[in-house]
């Protein structure tokens, strides 16, 4: 179990994909295939279930409130949330090796508590996903289908690339 979490915390290995690292963004690949299931208990205590979410895009975000990257993208993903919820955008996070305590503390400090999470305390769902670090983010369209995967904080000119065209569709 250590290795599992050296490996997210240092997020060995890099996609090959469709677009190479840049400054202005997160190292992302074009996936497709079906979502994995998303269930847990969310930081609030509620049970979860990413399948009633179905004909939504939902865009999953794996995080931790020790990352520092992730500070700076989770507000980002609270306005795409905020932007976008009325056009059938759901924004879920998986606090990956985390104290929920910790999580809670910084959403509310970066008045970013609407954003929903689930608590992964041993990273097994992360993984399912097929993330190896923090931040990354999944992309899923309407239909249930992983259309992008990102490595790496994601912003404004990301989220807009990727993300507001299946809004659309």
Do not use: H, Y
């Not at 295939?33 to 399948?51: E, I, K, M, S, V």
């Not at 879920?92 to 910084?106: C, P, T």
């Not at 249930?144 to 569709?169: H, N, Y």
């Amino acid at each position: 179990m250590t290795a599992l979490g050296v490996t997210l915390a240092s997020g060995v290995g890099r996609p090959s994909g469709d677009a190479a690292p840049t400054a202005a963004g997160p190292v992302t690949q074009a996936r497709s295939g079906t979502a994995p299931a998303l269930t847990g208990t969310t930081l609030t205590g509620a049970t979860f279930d990413a399948a009633a979410l179905r004909g939504k895009v939902v865009l999953v975000n794996v995080w931790a409130s020790w990352c520092d990257p992730c500070r700076q993208e989770l507000p980002v993903l609270a306005a795409a949330q905020r932007r976008w919820a009325a056009r059938g955008l759901a924004v879920v996070g998986i606090d990956i090796r985390d104290n929920a305590e910790s999580a809670r503390a910084l959403l509310s400090g970066l008045g970013v508590q609407d954003l929903q999470s689930i608590a992964d305390p041993q990273g097994t769902t992360a993984v399912a996903w097929g993330a190896r670090g923090v931040p990354e983010t999944f992309v899923v369209d309407r239909s249930g289908q992983v259309r992008w995967w990102a490595q790496g904080a994601v912003d404004a000119a990301w989220m807009e690339q990727r993300v507001s065209p299946l809004m659309s569709s």
